[in-house]
């Protein structure tokens, strides 16, 4: 048997958990030396706190009747005079929208009941566990997850997350599973109490396993100059569309440093071609929002078919019960084989597919779908990325090399007009929309264009005055953990508008300025058709 003390050491100073990590073993006898557990727990799950805290003991299927929904995970018939428990129990549940009825069915079980089940601390486990769980911050965590992905040790589950207790037969079926539990004080009542920091329990088969709690602690930017305190996000949960790349990818990484759930949408996946042969996949995404601190779930999703939309949205009900931010950054306007500078009546037709279906259309889409979400709970934001410059004409008709096009104005004003007329409909239920306008940004494909990367940037004129995508990132932060957001419904901004009035700056330290049509267009035209 592995020296599961030295183990345990190396994974509690690797990682700096907290908590001990617990093993699990189900088998048919009860294990040599180890006591029976005595008393009564509330829950399963309980057992795993008391393991964590240095008891090794082993339970019968009698202890885990208290919990109807612990012993059906767990393959355990109630005895028949409690038989009705688990009826009622799931009744109350789906009564008060924790679960679906229809959901009942996907909910992991053991696939035989347990002789015995050992819970025991890593290090004093006396047999082989089935399953080890652990506790720790996600940026800490990853160090263990990434590693036993690639080792074939777990596999992402779309799972519930929800109950908690289904996370170990989950993983004996999947090799990993996670799930989200939140705890409250239980000294003050439910409606005064917020949930402590989100906790992503998850277990994997054997060796390993990823138990993970977004503990993020407010803090300051890593740069020498940089203004930045990260808002506290933890608890939230949030959709960005088009987040392979470019603004999506920098607020989405941005949104997990703060602590928040980000489900990763878009259509570039690993093993696939991407749009454009770009780099970036919604898995690289998902990736660094989990290494900063959030909670990254990668989600494939075309938002110009509206099934697809439909089925994200659907899943995020199942699995989360509510959306607090929704992003909407998906635009296919950029896409091969550009945009031609011609006037409007030489324009070709499949821009209309471009910059409305696959722009217009799939904002308009992904609100249609998120709103309900929010309703219940009368509370929300929505933010769409645009380009905008206080209603002036962004094609430069008085540049003839250099221009965007008629359709490209229409389709951006289009997505602020709906942002406005929502702002109308959504006050009454408490639930905000915004526009927010970056600059110019150092995108995938600009510094591709420009031949350039972040460390030869520098010594190109064309880029001297733009931004990061985190930029805009930091943006949808700070209107995110806005109380008094509502105030901007309906309205537009400029990044570099909400730098100054947050007192944030890009990740160099700089507060970029709005970048306005007259004078950026114009400039950065002449340098771009200088080039060519």
């Not at 885990?64 to 012993?71: D, L, M, T």
Request: proline letters at 8%.
């Amino acid at each position: 048997m592995p020296d599961y003390r030295s183990l345990e050491q190396q994974f509690s100073e690797t990682l700096g958990l907290e908590r001990r990590p617990v093993a699990v073993k189900f088998q048919k006898t009860p294990p040599a030396g180890v006591p029976n557990f005595t008393g009564t727990e509330p829950s399963g799950c309980s057992f795993w706190r008391l393991a964590a805290s240095g008891r090794t003991f082993y339970t019968v299927p009698g202890d885990h009747y208290n919990y109807a929904i612990g012993s059906y995970t767990h393959n355990i018939p109630l005895p028949e005079e409690r038989a009705e428990e688990l009826d009622q129990t799931l009744s109350f549940m789906t009564g008060i929208g924790y679960i679906k009825m229809e959901e009942i069915p996907q909910i992991p079980r053991l696939p035989q009941t347990p002789g015995v089940v050992l819970y025991a601390p890593l290090g004093d486990t006396p047999v082989d566990p089935d399953v080890v769980l652990f506790v720790g911050r996600p940026e800490r965590i990853v160090l263990l997850q990434e590693p036993a992905l690639r080792a074939g040790l777990g596999a992402q589950v779309p799972l519930l997350g929800r109950p908690t207790c289904m996370a170990l037969p989950a993983a004996l079926a999947h090799r990993h599973a996670h799930s989200v539990v939140h705890t409250i004080d239980p000294g003050r009542s439910l409606r005064d109490t917020k949930p402590s920091p989100a906790r992503h329990t998850s277990a994997m088969y054997s060796e390993s396993s990823d138990h993970q709690a977004a503990g993020l602690d407010v803090k300051r930017g890593t740069k020498k100059r940089d203004r930045w305190t990260t808002p506290d996000l933890r608890g939230k949960v949030a959709v960005v569309t088009g987040a392979s790349r470019g603004a999506g990818r920098g607020i989405a990484c941005v949104l997990g440093e703060c602590g928040a759930t980000v489900y990763v949408t878009g259509r570039s996946v690993r093993g696939s071609p991407t749009t454009d042969q770009m780099p970036g996949t919604i898995e690289d995404t998902a990736g660094e929002v989990s290494r900063r601190g959030g909670y990254g779930i990668p989600v494939q999703c075309d938002y110009t078919l509206d099934e697809q939309v439909r089925t994200l949205f659907e899943r995020i009900g199942r699995e989360q019960s509510r959306l607090d931010l929704l992003v909407n950054n998906a635009w296919g306007g950029y896409e091969s084989p550009g945009i031609p500078v011609v006037p409007f009546w030489k324009t070709p037709l499949r821009l209309w597919d471009t910059m409305f279906v696959a722009g217009l259309k799939a904002h308009l889409m992904a609100c249609y779908f998120a709103i309900p979400l929010m309703l219940p709970h009368r509370r929300g934001l929505i933010i769409s990325t645009v380009a905008w410059d206080h209603d002036k004409y962004l094609n430069r008709p008085d540049h003839p090399n250099w221009g965007v096009g008629t359709f490209y104005d229409i389709a951006k004003h289009a997505i602020v007009r709906m942002i406005y007329g929502l702002g109308i409909e959504l006050r009454p239920y408490k639930i905000a929309a915004v526009a927010v306008a970056p600059g110019f940004m150092r995108t995938e494909r600009v510094l591709q264009f420009f031949k350039a990367d972040e460390q030869t940037r520098k010594n190109v004129a064309g880029l001297k005055r733009t931004e990061t995508p985190e930029y805009v990132g930091r943006a949808v932060a700070a209107l995110a953990a806005d109380r008094r957001v509502l105030r901007r419904s309906g309205c537009a901004f400029h990044a570099g508008e909400l730098a100054r009035e947050y007192g944030f700056t890009d990740v160099d330290g700089r507060q970029v300025r709005p970048f306005t049509v007259p004078g950026s267009y114009s400039r950065y035209a002449r340098s771009v058709v200088s080039r060519q």
